[in-house]
């Protein structure tokens, strides 16, 4: 599943460091993710999940260390940072669409507006992408007439269509009521199957079982510790991660 044509991992954090202020927020984080590798971000609040993939995206600035996406170390500004971020898709807790915006706008305005394409073209290909996360109906809809689990499936959609290199998913299903998650969930699933390289902040155990190569358990600014799925979830090694498993068990 998981292959390095060049040697070189798609996302590579070296020595990442950042403090907010005198809270030392990512401390000496190393993280290599291979094309096609699904990694699970799992951890308690405020150990720095977030802020994590907030840096991937280079949203957040780090203090110290490195963050190469395919070989290309992300610079702090201008257009190639445009352009790499945009190798990089982002889905949040919250959906994120653009209410005054149809459904089909929301998922083709950024191929038209950073990619450049023809609309025509983007809209086609957005209809696809609606169609490959199960709201292909709604297209013509606006975000507030949707439920949250499909508004959720339209970000992810908005995100593709960016034809990212690596999606990032920060606590994607978190906001959902109940019934809705296991519609999310199998959209990602789905992209996992198909080969995308993913980072996925979430506590589904449902998930990393099904999907993820690598659980990674964060703690306190730190990763503590990282392991295959079902070695994490049934002998974690740290104390920190037992006592952690056994509050959201
Ligand atoms: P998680 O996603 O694991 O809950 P975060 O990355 O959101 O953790 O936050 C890690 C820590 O950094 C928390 O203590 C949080 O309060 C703090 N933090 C996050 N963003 C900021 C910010 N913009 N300014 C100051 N502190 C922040
Ligand atoms: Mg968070």
Redesign the pocket.
């Known amino acids: 599943m998981t292959s390095r044509p060049n040697g070189e991992p798609l996302v590579r954090l070296s020595g990442v460091n950042k403090w ?2 005198e ?1 030392h ?1 990512l401390q000496d984080i190393d993280l290599s993710i291979d094309r096609g590798e699904v990694v699970v971000v799992i ?1 308690p ?8 993939c907030r840096a991937i995206n280079r949203l957040e600035p780090i203090d110290k260390g490195e963050i190469t996406i395919d070989g290309g170390r992300l610079p702090e500004e201008g257009k190639e940072l445009a352009r790499l971020r945009a190798d990089v898709g982002m889905v949040f807790q919250s959906f994120n669409l653009f209410a005054h915006k149809t459904v089909l706008e929301n998922v083709a305005l950024g191929p038209v507006k950073v990619r450049k394409k023809p609309k025509a073209e983007a809209e086609g290909r957005a209809r696809e992408l609606l169609e490959r996360v199960g709201v292909a109906s709604q297209a013509d809809k606006y975000p507030a007439q949707l439920s949250g689990g499909q508004q959720q499936r339209v970000a992810i959609a908005r995100a593709l269509a960016m034809e990212p290199k690596v999606m990032l998913f920060d606590e994607p299903t978190s906001a959902l009521d109940p019934e809705m998650i296991n519609e999310v969930l199998d959209v990602m699933v789905g992209l996992a199957k198909d080969g995308m390289t993913m980072v996925v ?1 979430t506590h589904e155990m449902g998930f990393a079982r099904r999907a993820a190569n690598r659980v990674v358990f ?1 703690d306190g600014g730190r990763i503590v510790e990282t392991a295959e799925p079902e070695t994490f979830f049934t002998s974690p090694r740290s104390d920190r991660a037992k006592d952690f498993l056994s509050k959201i068990l």
Do not use: W
């Open positions: 907010f202020g809270l927020v951890g609040s405020g150990s720095g999940k977030s802020t994590l902040v964060m």
